[in-house]
Each structure stands twice: as C-alpha cells, then as structure tokens.
C-alpha cells in the first residue's frame, strides 16, 4: 500500500483529531495559569483511552497489561522528574498552576499520534495472529508510558499544592 493511498484512506476524523492535538501541543509551548483541576483531565484522559482499548481488544491478554502497568510506572517517574526540572508556580489558594512554555507536550502529542497511526496501520493490515497480538504489546507500551508521562506531571503540580497548602493550616 501506498503511502499516498494510506492517506486517502485515513478517517477525517483522525486529521481533525492531529489538528486539534497540535494546537493544544502548540499552545502549551507558551506559559500559562491553569487551574490545577484543568490540568487533570489530560491524564485521566489518556489513562481512560489506554485502559479502554485494552478492556475492548480482544487480543489483550495479561502481557499488554502487565506492559501497560509496567511503562505506566516508568512514565509516571519520566513525569515526575520533567516536572520536578520546570520552573512551576502553584497558587494554592486559587488552586491555579503557571507553567513555563514547554515543548514536551508538542513532542509527546506527535510522538504519540505517529506511533499510534502507525500501530493503527500495522493492526488493520496485518492478518498474522503473532505479529497483531506484538502490535497489541507495544500499542499498549506506548499508551502505557505516555499516560504515565502526563500523570506524573499532574502527580507533581497536584503534590506541590498540597503541600502548600498544608504548610499554612
């Protein structure tokens, strides 16, 4: 199949969903005061995705879930630690977090809807048992870790606040 034919072939929906995605990815290259309840519905959003399509496939067996849990964990550390590097500033009693610009949300966005294009193409494709139950494996990774990625992130806003927040009562 030809790239040009895989193109055609892709749902609109899928090329509104990549323009959306990069203007949000764009957008969070700029700083900005979010509230912090804001700030979690991406990761809930990515877990919820994650989890949702490994409860649908029917190819998911205990190994795609044991690799999600496991790449969420390491992502969840990889979000801990960018987060913990960025110059953030909690308001804890407008319960509002100012983020730096920052090119990790645009770099995850892209990484994450080319491997998941690709995964897409590849499991639509692909008729070989072996090889779909492999692209289940690392379709769950990649979910996995990049819902991981933005939890922590949230993990880290979300603890700093209430450690603040503490510290005056």
Do not use: C, N
Not at 25 to 34: D, E, L, P, V, W
Not at 97 to 115: C, D, E, N, W, Y
Not at 123 to 152: C, E, K, N, Q, R
């Amino acid at each position: 199949m030809t790239p040009i034919a895989i193109i055609q072939g892709t749902p609109t929906w899928v090329w509104v969903l990549l323009a959306f995605l990069l203007y949000r990815g764009i957008k969070a290259m700029q700083a900005s005061t979010t509230p912090l309840s804001k700030l979690a519905i991406v990761p809930v959003i990515f877990a919820g995705m994650g989890i949702a399509h490994l409860v649908a496939s029917p190819l998911t067996g205990w190994m795609a879930v044991a690799v999600w849990i496991i790449t969420f964990g390491a992502g969840m550390i990889g979000g801990v630690f960018a987060a913990s590097q960025s110059r953030f500033i909690v308001d804890p009693m407008a319960r509002t977090v100012m983020l730096p610009g920052s090119k990790l949300p645009l770099l995850l966005i892209a990484a994450t809807f080319i491997a998941k294009f690709w995964l897409g193409f590849e499991m639509a494709t692909v008729s070989h048992l072996p090889a779909l139950m492999t692209y289940t494996v690392i379709d769950a990774a990649v979910s996995g870790i990049v819902a991981g990625i933005f939890a922590g992130r949230f993990f880290t806003y979300w603890k700093t606040m209430h450690a603040l927040r503490a510290s005056w009562a």
